[in-house]
């Protein structure tokens, strides 16, 4: 059983937007950075978002920096990600998944995009397609 479970995937027009949404416990919420993946047909999974529920600035990949917006809803233990812009590369299955954060060495956490094989928790994703 996924403990994560992504919403919102559809199908869109290129320059259209899409929200997609991530919810998980309260345990996993509260102890973990929440980041989404994205994998398109024949390309490896990749890291393209993340943040931690309890603070700080969130990461991007470049390929989505400016496009995407990655958010947190303390009340209902989930994660959104805005995509604005789309364009038909952006055609893939996006995942949520956790990891616990990295500590700096003031003692803060902090959540960096990691590579796949880092993360403990996954959903079963949600496809987006982007047509020409």
């Known amino acids: 059983q996924a403990q994560l479970v992504e919403f919102g995937g559809g199908s869109v027009q290129a320059g259209g937007s899409l929200r997609l949404s991530c919810a998980t416990s309260s345990d996993i919420y509260a102890r973990n950075c929440l980041a989404w993946f994205r994998q398109g047909l024949g390309w490896e999974r990749e890291s393209i978002a993340s943040?931690?529920?309890?603070?700080?600035?969130?990461t991007y990949a470049d390929s989505v920096k400016g496009r995407f917006t990655i958010s947190r809803d303390n009340a209902n233990n989930a994660v959104y990600l805005q995509m604005n812009s789309l364009k038909p590369e952006d055609t893939a299955m996006y995942f949520c998944?956790?990891?616990?954060?990295?500590?700096?060495?003031?003692?803060?956490?902090?959540?960096?995009?990691?590579?796949?094989?880092?993360?403990?928790?996954w959903g079963r994703g949600t496809q987006v397609t982007v047509s020409a």
């Open positions: 943040i931690y529920p309890r603070g700080g600035e969130p």
């Open positions: 998944a956790a990891v616990s954060p990295l500590s700096r060495p003031t003692g803060s956490s902090f959540c960096p995009l990691q590579k796949e094989t880092e993360y403990e928790y």
